[in-house]
Every structure is written in C-alpha cells, then in structure tokens.
C-alpha cells in the first residue's frame, strides 16, 4: 500500500532552510553544512531540538543551531564518561562472576554449559536454555576470540574467566540473573550495601545504558522502561520526593545510573565520576543560555542537590 512520505529527502541547503522557517538563526551556514554533513540532521537536530523548541513547535527566540550542538557535545561527553565507569564495573562484575562459579564448580567449560548449575525454573528455562546456546557457540566456533582459540587449542577447555571477556555486559547481567542464590551472594557480598536481588536489577540497568553509550543514543534524559532499581538509603537521604509509592527521581533516569555507580564503583572512581558530569554540566551552561540548570536536572532525573551523592552514606547504619 502507497503512503504519503511526511520525512522527504531534503539537501542539505533545504535541511537549513526548514530549521530557519522554524525560527533557528544558522550563525555560519558553512559551518551548518559541515555539522550536517558531519553528524547528520537525524543525529544533531532530530536528537536534539526538544528543549528548545516551544510548544507551537517554533524554536524560542534567539536559539541558534550552535545551542543544539552544544547540548550534543554535552551528551556525547556525558556518554564517554557514563560508558568509561560501566567498564570498570564490567570488569569487576565478570571477575566475581567467574571466580564465584569457578570456586564452585571447577574450570571445566562443561560446568557453565550444564543447565543444571544455574536455577532452572520453568519460567528461566527458556531463557537459560538461549545463555547456554550464545555460550556453545563461542566455545565451539571462537573464530572472533583469538584468546579463545589459544585456550582450546593449548588446553582445550574454556575455563568461564576467559569465556567472560568475549561477553556483553548484557550477557553477563543475565548469567548473573540465572545463577543459584549462593553464587549471587558470593558476588554481591563483595558490594556491602546491596542484596542479590539489588545486583541484579542494577546490571540489567548498566547493560542498557551501556548500549544507549555503545551506539551514540541520547543519553540525558534516558529512561529505564524495563522497570526500576530498587529504594536505597541514598533516596532517603537527598530527601527524593515520593509523591506515590515511588520515588520521583532515581528510579528509571540518568540518576538511577548515578545512584547504581555509587554503590559499584570505588569511592575514589564515583568521586571523579561526579567531578567529571559536574564540569561537564557547568560547560554546557556556559556554552548557551538557552538551557538553565533546573531545566537540565529535569531532564537527566537529578534532584537540585545531586552533588551530596558524592559524600552521602551508603545506608543509615553508616
């Protein structure tokens, strides 16, 4: 069936003249070109315009197009330092894993391939049956592992230590998820403040943000639509509204990431973390007056004094 196209093919010299028809000054058409060009009017514009646009869908008075890419340099700064914090939890959360399987039931690559090792449930047992099949087929064809293929053809066995690096973080929240209550705690008693069932929830969260950051998503104000973390003292303590039953912010935001890495990573690396989203927050604002602060807290979920996250305890016995 035929239907109308409302997103024609436009040059890029139509592209800016629909953005000027919308009220956005163009301060360099050369360098509105190369933007374009460059990023693409999908990635910079598309992404982009909402908090600057007003409801009539007109851009508010004096916005320019170097306001949007601002707020893109802004994100994509945002990313590499929210992605660069995930990796290190990443890394740590594959180590526990492994050494907390391994302790239990030996290096031998059977082991991890047994559906009976993890909690085979009748509602897991499709999903843990999907684990163990993306596992065999590494283990069986690695030809994208050279390490991989050192280990088999050295030793062949896998131990589950070298399976983990060719993992997504995605995978891993899974394995994590299917695992027996006593490999769980293993690995979540190395995080003092949180339970098994906290950890869970929290990897499912870092693995879809690290996919938003993997594949240059927008990031600020990114919602979490598979569900929430859990309450933690942190809530209580910034004193988060909770209008219902729920918390109004750091639940299924950007700040529920923050909330999530606060009890993940080490304090000396959430410390720079916060140092590094504060500096690039502040530059953002320096670089348009377009966009005030409250409006960006708004849209990442962070409440007016995020940055006593930095110092605030991990619970109330602290």
């Not at 933690?232 to 219902?244: A, G, S």
């Amino acid at each position: 069936m035929c239907t109308t196209n409302d997103k024609p093919f436009l040059t890029y010299e139509q592209q800016l003249q629909k953005l000027s028809d919308k009220g956005l000054t163009i301060p360099s058409h050369d360098k509105a070109i190369e933007l374009l060009k460059k990023l693409s009017y999908f990635a910079l514009i598309s992404g982009y315009k909402k908090p600057f646009k007003s409801k009539s869908s007109i851009y508010k008075p004096n916005t320019s197009l170097d306001d949007i890419y601002s707020l893109y340099i802004f994100d994509d700064t945002l990313r590499t330092i929210i992605l660069r914090n995930i990796l290190k939890v990443e890394k740590h959360i594959k180590s526990l894993i492994s050494y907390s399987f391994c302790e239990t039931y030996g290096e031998d690559q059977q082991q991890y391939l047994n559906a009976t090792k993890y909690n085979y449930t009748s509602s897991n047992q499709a999903d843990i049956n999907d684990l163990i099949g993306r596992l065999s087929k590494i283990a069986s064809d690695p030809k994208d592992y050279s390490y991989i293929q050192h280990q088999l053809r050295n030793h062949g066995n896998i131990p589950l230590w070298v399976m983990m690096k060719a993992l997504t973080l995605g995978t891993v929240s899974k394995f994590y998820s299917f695992l027996p209550q006593k490999i769980q705690a293993k690995v979540s008693i190395e995080f003092q403040y949180i339970t098994e069932s906290d950890l869970v929830r929290m990897l499912d969260l870092l693995a879809r943000v690290r996919n938003v950051c993997a594949h240059n998503e927008r990031l600020f104000n990114y919602r979490y639509n598979k569900g929430s973390i859990h309450d933690t003292y942190i809530h209580q303590y910034l004193h988060i509204p909770r209008p219902n039953i729920q918390y109004a912010k750091g639940k299924q935001d950007l700040f529920a990431v923050i909330i999530v890495l606060k009890y993940l990573l080490s304090p000396e690396d959430f410390s720079q973390c916060v140092t590094d989203i504060n500096k690039a927050l502040n530059t953002l604002l320096l670089s348009t007056r377009q966009l005030q602060r409250s409006q960006m807290y708004k849209y990442m979920g962070f409440p007016n004094n995020w940055i006593e996250i930095e110092n605030a305890p991990y619970s109330a016995k602290e």
